[in-house]
């Protein structure tokens, strides 16, 4: 980093940073409450988790909230790029160095500086690209492709990959040094069928994220609360998204029935199935079961209710506030039940 400290400016506030991570599982709170240490700290941070999970989305969230804010991200999917192009992309060459370099190119390295680089898939960084890498992480320095020179570049490092790296080093195809260097910290997002608790919020937060036509968001019945929770999302956060967004048309303004979700086993137009559900965990299975308990024990009381949270909660023998809490924590809108 520059020796005066950058100030953080015309970005995001912290708080709009982490407000935008949605989730209330334990495992997703402990690692939004661990981003701001992450975005204190200049080591490379490696963030594992299946396909869809948020890995970019905590990338991001770690340089919005570190003092590089202001300076550039830049995502890079190593798997993108045959071994080479690769390297020109991003170390940059000097004209010449290979056939189609008619002009010398400023790589995304130096595109980077003062900032955060994230590496996804890194994974599939060949042979030669770790080790050029390693260089660059230990040192800052790289040479672009054809140039005599070496570079300086100060860029912090994220890494994003959904393989076991671990397992890569022991079995000889990913190098044990570079592995080290790129796991100084390591945040592992756990699949969505593990953190069955985030399914409602997100689905509830996608809908108001993608709704067109102004007014409320609309909701989700019950049973379509239920198919959401029942689901095991394969594709994860961003599959739900998906299935939000195919819903929106069919809802029009009312509410999301199950038909509308478009999930494999649910009438309607479905989404292809990737994986056969595995049997869940005790755990996992019982939090379905009470998040759904809880849906369907909300909804009917409300609606006997009529929305009066304070006559509700006095029929639930729970307190007001406590009622209050959990409504919203389902993503329940007293005002609904008032008709
Ligand atoms: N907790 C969350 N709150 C809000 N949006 C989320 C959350 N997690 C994921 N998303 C959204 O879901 C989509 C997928 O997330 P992201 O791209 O970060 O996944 P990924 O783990 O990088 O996936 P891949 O391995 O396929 O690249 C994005 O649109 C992202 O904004
Ligand atoms: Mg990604």
Known sequence: MSEVPVLKS???????????????APVFK?????????ASSEGAVLITGETGTGKELVARAIHSLSERASHPFVAVNCGAFVET????????????????????????????????????????????????????????????????????????????????????VQAGSFRAD????????????????????????????????????PGPAPGLSAAAAEALLAYDWPGNVRELESAMVRALP???GGTVEPEDLGLPGIPGRRAPRLLPEASPT????????????????????MSEHR??????ARAAGKERRDLGKLLKRHGLDPRRFTA
């Open 178 to 213: 570079l592995f080290y260097r790129l796991c100084v910290f390591s945040v592992g997002v756990p699949p969505l069928r593990e953190r069955v608790e985030d399914i409602l919020p997100l689905a509830g937060h996608f809908l108001e994220k993608h709704v067109s036509s």
């Open 250 to 252: 069919a809802a029009r």
């Open 282 to 301: 005790y755990k996992i299975q019982k939090r379905r079961v009470v998040e759904a308990f809880e849906q369907q024990y909300l909804r009917r009381l």
């Open 307 to 312: 929305g009066n949270v304070s006559r509700a």
């Open 30 to 38: 402990s690692i939004v409450t661990s981003l701001p240490m992450l």
């Open 85 to 168: 192009l690769l390297e020109s992309e991003l170390f940059g060459h000097e004209r010449g160095a290979f056939t189609d370099a008619h002009a010398r190119r400023h790589g995304l390295v130096a595109q980077a500086a003062g900032g955060t680089m994230l590496l996804y898939e890194v994974d599939t960084l060949m042979p030669r690209a770790q080790v050029a890498l390693l260089r660059v992480l230990q040192e800052g320095y790289f040479r672009p492709l054809g140039a005599g020179a070496e570079q300086h570049s100060d860029v912090r490092y994220l890494a994003a990959t959904n393989a076991p790296l671990d397992r890569m």
């Open 10 to 24: 015309g970005g995001p506030t912290d708080e709009k940073v982490l407000a935008g991570l949605i989730g209330r």
